[in-house]
């Protein structure tokens, strides 16, 4: 009998080899890095300025929808403590008050010389989103600072500024009545009346204007005489981070308009986006 021997090769990689697959990998691999990289970095530096662009778009947004509530003649502009402040009294309806000016005959004038007359009537359809509530600020004739008592943030002596004490049907009784302590008196050339809500009252945004940080908004913390910055009390959030504003305001741009200057600035992860704005400012009272 003969014996048959086989021989069988064991099947597999040499050292050898390996060491080359892993080197010719990591050439491949280096050389797709090359390319790859620098598009995959133009790509998240654009997601970036794209996040940027939208943040500063809904800050500004913001800004521009509050302010075009403003009360005519309210907003001011300080910069102080390396950053710029923006505060206005803001509104929430307006109409016109029964005036013996108006050709009424009858009803419920809004009285300029007795203080014991605390009610009034709305002439027309009386707001209703948002309604006027109690507690409500009515102003009549604002001028703004400088013009007492035809300012709003001053109250010290007799204003423009009284709070609604009831509303019944389109009867506003008030708890009290400054108008008639004014001297002169300074009626509505128009018989109008703007309402500020008790719940918002001033509003103020604070934007650096030096190192980056927090576009914030304040409001609810009250009327004052002199601008505060920041103001203290009431409530606040911040819109944007690390945010840099350029503000500037002219008063009378157009004689009764008012044009604010924004220039708003974001920054993040070595990225940037600049947003400029322009905003109407409603300065008729």
């Known amino acids: 009998m003969r014996l048959q021997t086989t021989i069988r090769r064991s099947a597999g ?3 050898i080899e390996a060491v080359m697959v892993m080197v010719i990998t990591g050439i491949l691999a280096a050389i797709v890095a090359v390319f790859i990289n620098k598009p995959v970095e133009g790509y998240v530096d654009a997601v970036r300025r794209a996040e940027l662009t939208d943040a500063a778009d809904v800050a500004l947004r913001r800004l521009t929808r509050d302010i075009h509530l403003a ?3 309210s907003l001011r502009v300080t910069s ?3 950053a710029h402040y923006i505060e206005f009294i803001i509104t929430s309806a307006g109409g016109r008050y029964r005036d013996p000016a108006d050709g009424s005959t009858g009803g419920d004038f809004l009285s300029f010389s007795s203080a014991a007359d605390t009610s009034f009537d709305v002439l027309g359809t009386m707001p209703a989103n948002p309604a006027i509530a109690a507690n409500d600020w009515v102003v009549v004739y604002n001028l703004g600072p400088g013009y007492e008592p035809a300012n709003g943030y001053d109250c010290s002596g007799a204003c423009n500024r009284a709070q609604i004490s009831s509303i019944s049907g389109n009867t506003i009784t008030l708890s009290s009545n400054p108008f008639a302590a004014q001297s002169p008196p300074l ?4 018989s109008r009346f703007q309402v500020v809500p008790d ?6 945004f604070a934007c650096p204007s030096g190192t980056a940080g927090n576009l914030t908004r304040y409001w609810n913390y009250g009327f004052n005489t002199s601008q505060a910055t920041p103001p203290a009390g009431g409530s606040s959030a911040i819109l944007a981070a690390g945010a840099t504003c350029n503000v500037e ?4 741009a157009t004689g009764r308009n008012g044009l604010l200057y924004i220039a708003l ?3 993040s992860g070595g990225e940037s986006a600049t947003l400029f704005q322009q905003i109407h400012v409603d300065n008729a009272p």
């Open 13 to 15: 990689f040499t050292l």
């Open 71 to 73: 009360l005519p003649n």
């Open 80 to 82: 102080s403590g390396g």
């Open 187 to 190: 009626p509505s050339p128009s």
């Open 199 to 204: 719940g918002t009252r001033a509003v103020t």
């Open 249 to 252: 305001y002219a008063a009378n």
């Open 265 to 267: 600035t974001l920054s």
